[in-house]
């Protein structure tokens, strides 16, 4: 992180600055010339599974690739409060040996084919897919039934990855960014499972026993608890003979993992200032924002974009960084999750100015909640909102982990089709009334990481 500038000061022309002005003018271009054809081509075809999987496909026969994808519903959310990282862990050891191949076997097969076999636990879900050329699916596919379907989660490599992890952890001590994201996260969703590390923690990793893990996986992956999502050169029907053929013997049962209730909003500010002795502040503060199935998410996506996700055309950048030169970035963001998630606003700024910049955030959001946003910022908004959109499913292995939350959030199949229209309808006055709805001045979780003697920030 570069240090921010002594003085209020208008910062100079950069090749990112050159980069991003391109990128909302392309933008802008892509929305008026691109035909809805171009979104409304990605037509899904979704079916259930004689034992239960929700299966989803795209035929793509532009290029010989497939990518399968298997969502499990269940993830760090999931996890009993004094084990957390069992969802993580589960994931991460799908491929360290099943029933039939050894952690090196399966490395060596998917190489051998020259195609790539990935596991992850997030908050919400865990995954495991496969891509592979058309002519090797069947070895993909049978691949990823292998480790969906028959992990033993040996002991070696249990312990193995566990402390990988736990490396991992503890070498996050030392970033002030991912401190005051755990504390940040830990305040906001103080007493619900959102408040935990995906990873864990130092403290809950090593109590975790094979016992849990298998039990972990025997309650949450099951067929009927799955989304499986295929993409690429294959047709609906052979999609279908690919599914009885490898996820047909997959046995339903019991869903048993735990559901976590809404999280309580904060009701009144609250902080925790970490002191450290580093030369730059770290400031996170927000509050309790919104789930992804709200109607009003295309109005906040908006409304964030010019508060404070739209790089340098951001108000927060403009305010903060370009005019009083107080950080070299600044971001906000609100986070998509099945049950609301957070609001948040993250800055580097140093020390001496700590109070200054937070100061600012507070006078932007309270100005983003005090009158509508001008003519310009809505159209560049929608613009770059409309215009990137197919970037984020240019690719098999994007399009799957999209389609895949399209379907794990209950959206609509025409989701391709429909955002851009949804995002195009957002007007100043929707823009006025989610700021004023879901931006909270009066009430928030605010998280210092520094020098705290130089910051002289006060917990409020």
């Known amino acids: 992180m570069k240090q921010a500038h002594d003085r209020p000061h208008i910062w100079p022309w950069t090749p990112y600055m050159a980069v991003r002005t391109w990128t909302v003018l392309l933008a802008g271009l892509i929305t008026l010339h691109l035909p809805a054809g171009v979104w409304a081509g990605i037509t899904p075809t979704r079916f259930v599974s004689s034992n239960g999987i929700t299966v989803l496909v795209v035929e793509q026969p532009a290029l010989p690739i497939v990518q399968i994808q298997a969502t499990i519903k269940a993830g760090a959310a999931q996890d009993p409060a004094d084990k957390a990282g069992v969802a993580n862990l589960v994931a991460n050891l799908l491929d360290e040996g099943s ?20 596991t992850r636990a997030e908050t919400d879900y865990s995954s495991a897919s496969v891509r592979v050329l058309k002519k090797d699916l069947d070895r993909g596919a049978e691949l990823l039934a292998n480790i969906l379907l028959q992990p033993t989660f040996p002991d070696r490599e249990v312990e193995r990855v566990r402390k990988q992890i736990l490396g991992q952890i503890l070498s996050e001590q030392d970033e002030p960014e991912t401190i005051a994201s755990k504390a940040f996260h830990g305040l906001v969703f103080d007493g619900h499972p959102y408040r935990w590390p ?22 949450a992956y099951l ?37 976590a209730g809404a ?24 509050h ?5 199935a709200n109607p009003d998410f295309y109005a906040v996506t908006v409304m964030n974009y010019i508060l404070g996700a739209g790089g340098f ?62 003519d310009q ?43 851009p229209k949804w995002i195009s309808q957002v007007t100043k006055e929707d823009v006025l009334r989610v700021a004023r709805q879901y931006l909270h001045t009066d009430h ?17």
């Open 444 to 460: 928030y979780a605010l998280v210092v990481v520094g020098k705290l003697s130089e910051a002289k920030i006060t917990a409020p």
């Open 377 to 419: 910022e809505l159209a560049e908004a929608t613009a770059y909102l409309i215009g990137s959109f197919p970037l984020r499913f240019d690719t098999t292995a994007k399009l799957a982990d999209v389609l895949s939350l399209v379907e794990l959030h209950g959206l609509s199949l025409n989701y391709f089709s429909d955002y």
């Open 223 to 259: 067929p009927n608890h799955t989304i499986l999502t295929i993409v690429g050169d294959i047709t609906i029907d052979a999609a279908k003979a690919l599914v009885r053929r490898h996820f047909g013997g997959w046995p339903q049962g019991a869903i048993t993992a735990p559901q």
């Open 313 to 374: 055309s951001s108000r927060l950048m403009d305010s903060v960084r370009d005019t009083q030169g107080l950080a070299y970035g600044i971001h906000s963001a609100y986070e998509a999750n099945i049950l609301p998630g957070a609001f948040l606003v993250s800055l580097q700024t140093r020390n001496a100015t700590a109070g200054q910049a937070l100061t600012s955030v507070l006078t932007e959001l309270k100005k983003m909640r005090e009158g509508p946003v001008t």
């Open 198 to 219: 995906v990873a864990g923690t130092e403290t809950t990793l090593p109590t975790i026993t094979r016992e849990d893990l298998v039990g972990f996986y025997r309650r």
């Open 263 to 286: 999280p309580t909003p904060v009701t009144k500010t609250t902080s925790r200032l970490i002191d450290k002795d580093i030369t730059q502040t770290t400031i996170m503060l927000g």
């Open 99 to 118: 029933t039939t191949l050894t952690a090196t076997q399966i490395a060596e097969q998917i190489e051998f084919v020259g195609g790539t076999l990935a």
């Open 288 to 292: 309790l924002g919104i789930n992804r």
